[in-house]
């Protein structure tokens, strides 16, 4: 068995270990395998053992990876969006899940209009205000998406956080669960175009917790295809 193989296999257990725990089902939860710097040959290798939903980080790495594979993998746009970017992305990621600004959403709106299509995204928290990460803070949340839910080329489809680093991931779940809290008070304010399906929560060194506490969407990319080299 090569090492994604096992990863992915012992992935899979922790996943399901942590659903037994909460009383949830397998399909409740999609596992985003986060491919961004590595080759599309490692790709190809995840696609032979089952995964299709894989996450990136990069406009043009989506783009190029879109291009070069087959055309029933579902792509999520997972990082920091530029809106000159936008335009790699939309037609091609399934789900973007890092919108956090107005200008980002009328920007989307106006790319998606041009093709045609809806665009789901989710709208990024920054649950602990970090100033190195993007997202719009928790208390501004329900506002902000007041003012896009009526743009109708985009459809606002849930929350995503990237959770502080931490050494024991116990000390992410009350992030989690505030999370999953302002998700049920913006579905509270029944606004139209707007619906709180998921919830992208989880990394490596956390997801087991974000799945007790109602992810339905992990994102994992070192615990399945190893350390990232930053410098190739
Ligand atoms: C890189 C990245 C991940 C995956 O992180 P790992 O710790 O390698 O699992 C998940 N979410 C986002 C937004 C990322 O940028």
């Known amino acids: 068995m090569g090492f994604i193989e096992e990863n992915l296999k012992n992935v899979e257990e922790r996943i399901h270990r ?20 590595k080759p599309v040959s490692m790709i190809q290798e995840v696609i032979e ?103 109708t080329h985009l459809k606002i489809e849930g929350l995503m956080t990237v959770a502080p680093f931490v050494q024991d991931p116990e000390e992410n779940r009350s992030c989690f669960q505030g999370l999953r809290n302002l998700a049920v008070d913006i579905d509270r304010e029944n606004i139209d175009n707007v619906c709180m399906r998921h919830l992208s929560m989880g990394m490596t060194g956390d997801f087991e917790i974000a799945v007790e506490e109602g992810a339905t969407m992990i994102r994992v990319g070192t615990g399945i295809l190893g350390e990232r080299n930053y410098s190739l």
């Open 49 to 151: 053992l089952g995964p299709r939903d894989f996450g990136e980080n990069k406009p043009q790495e989506l783009r190029d990876k879109y291009e070069l594979l087959p055309k029933d993998l579902r792509w999520h746009m997972i990082g920091n969006l530029q809106r000159n970017k936008v335009k790699y992305v939309v037609g091609r990621a399934v789900l973007i899940h890092s919108l956090g600004s107005y200008e980002l959403a009328l920007e989307i709106e106006k790319e998606s209009a041009k093709r045609g299509i809806i665009m789901p995204c989710l709208v990024e928290v920054n649950m602990a205000h970090e100033a190195t990460k993007g997202g719009i803070g928790p208390e501004e949340a329900v506002g902000f998406i007041h003012r896009i839910a009526p743009l």
């Open 18 to 37: 942590a659903l037994v725990r909460s009383g949830r089902r397998r399909e409740d939860v999609t596992l985003i395998v986060v491919s961004k710097t």
